[in-house]
C-alpha cells in the first residue's frame, strides 16, 4: 500500500486544508496566488536536476474564499528527497516572491517550514528552517503527548498558523523589515539619500532609481532554458 503524502498527513494529524485544497484551491484570491506561485517559482525550481516533479500551491485561511489576504504560506511538494541546492533555490525564489510570511516544502520523509522574512544566506551559510517534522514523528503525533517534539509539532496545527499564533512563536525570525519587498523600499531610500547628497533634482533621481530597478530586473531575467 503507498504512502500518503506528507501534504495528506497534515490534513489529518494537524487539520490543515486538503493537499487539493493547497495544490488546487477554488477560491479566486487563492487561485491567483496559487498561479502566481507556480508562474515564477515553478518554472525555475522545475528544471532543476531534482526539481521537475514539484507541485505548488499555497496554504490559505480560506482555500475557497474570494478574499485577497495574502496566504499563510507557500507550498512546495517535492515527490523525491531534493538537493540543499535546490532548496537553497526554492528559498530565495519564495523570499522574492514577497507575498506570503512563509514557506513550506514537503518531501517524502519531511515537512519543513521556513520564513520568508529573511533575507536568503549566501553559499557559505547554512539554511535552516524554523521547524522541521519528519515522516514518522507526524505518523505518530498525538495532542496528548508531552515530549518536546510533539509540542513543536503541535505548533503546525492549523489553528495555530491561521491564527498567527505560530508566528507570534517565531516572532524573532519573522521581522518584516527583511521581506524583499521591505529591503528594496529600504534600499532605494538609500540610494536616493546618496543622489541627493549629489545636488541632481528630483527628476533625475527618479529617472535614475527607475534604471536601476530596470537593469536589476534584466540581470535577474532567464530565458527557458535557464
Known sequence: MPQSGLLELAHEKLHWPTPTQILEPLGAGPSIYARMAREKLGRTISKLPDGHSVQIGVLAANPEGDSTEAPIALVCNFEMEVSEATLRETYKLAWSFSRTPSLITTEPNRLRIWTCYEKPP????????????????????SQSSLSEKAAETLRLHWADLVTGQFFQEYSQRFQRSQAADQMLLSNLKSVRQQLNALELDYDTIHDLLARIIFIQFLFDRKDSQG
Open 122 to 141: 549566501n553559499e557559505s551559510e547554512s539554511i535552516h528552517p524554523v521547524v522541521e517534522v519528519s515522516r514518522r514523528e507526524l505518523e505518530s503525533f
